[in-house]
Nanobody, 121 residues
Framework: VQLQAFGGGLVQPGGSLRLSCVAS????????MAWYRQAPGSQRELVAA???????NYADSVKGRFTISRDNAKNTVYLQMNNLKVEDTAVYYC????????????????WGQGTQVTVSS
């Protein structure tokens, strides 16, 4: 499975961005698609995840602002980010998991290349 992420950039506080992640290869094996992020000097943290059936999980810090969605027909997962804050600045990674949902990033089987999101005035 290969993952390719798109959509990062520079945005002002309060602005919006949408990230996309396109999966290719043996995608039938994938159950969970997720977005993680890692800021300089910080650990990689889960932002949001969605299962094949549509169940979602979010970090408390993004609830009400971010929405994850999945288009199985297009093999694509999206992360709509609204009301962005300076503390959302990080490299965002798309990840895929064959097994059941979990939070530790170490359990994910496949990773995209990362896309930089910078929130600054």
């Amino acid at each position: 499975v290969q993952l390719q992420a798109f959509g990062g950039g520079l945005v002002q506080p309060g602005g919006s961005l949408r990230l996309s992640c396109v999966a290719s290869g043996s995608i039938f094996s994938i159950n969970v698609m997720a977005w993680y992020r890692q800021a300089p000097g910080s650990q990689r943290e889960l932002v949001a995840a969605v299962t094949r059936g549509g169940g979602t999980n979010y970090a408390d810090s993004v609830k009400g602002r971010f929405t994850i969605s999945r288009d199985n027909a297009k093999n694509t997962v999206y992360l709509q980010m609204n009301n962005l804050k300076v503390e959302d600045t990080a490299v965002y990674y798309c990840a895929a998991l064959k097994g059941e949902y979990g939070q530790p990033w170490t359990i994910y089987d496949y990773w995209g290349q990362g896309t930089q999101v910078t929130v600054s005035s």
